[in-house]
């Protein structure tokens, strides 16, 4: 089993900035990919940004350019820099690992991040 729990999100004016966190704890060598999904009210869970255990990254094309996805494999924590934040970004947002094995992924619990003045 893998745990992950995220941190970092909250309330913060268009056009401000907020990193998440999340950190993997438990069988964390068998964790392949990680990344962020989010899902605002009465939309489906989408995802935002994903890291490769080598690095390789991609986005959402409504977060290139303002989001930045990163992971320090020492510390098993992925991070997701999010700069010039938009009302629209408003959603709770998921940390998700997969493994190698199809079906075996895992998620966080959530964290909210509001954008509004």
């Known amino acids: 089993q893998v745990q992950l729990e995220e941190s970092g999100g909250g309330l913060v004016q268009p056009g401000g900035s907020l990193r998440l966190s999340c950190a993997a704890s438990?069988?964390?060598?068998?964790?392949?990919?990680m990344g962020w999904y989010r899902q605002a009210p009465g939309k489906q869970r989408e995802s935002v940004a994903a890291?490769?255990?080598?690095?390789?990254?991609n986005y959402a094309d409504s977060v290139k350019g303002r989001f930045t996805i990163s992971r320090d494999n020492t510390k098993n924590t992925v991070y997701l820099q999010m700069n010039s934040l938009k009302p629209e970004d408003t959603a709770v947002y998921y940390c998700?690992?997969?493994?190698?094995?199809?079906?075996?992924?895992?998620w966080g619990q959530g964290t909210q991040v509001t954008v509004s003045t």
């Open positions: 890291i490769t255990s080598g690095g390789n990254t």
């Open positions: 998700h690992a997969n493994t190698p094995v199809v079906g075996v992924d895992y």
């Open positions: 438990g069988r964390v060598f068998s964790i392949n990919a």
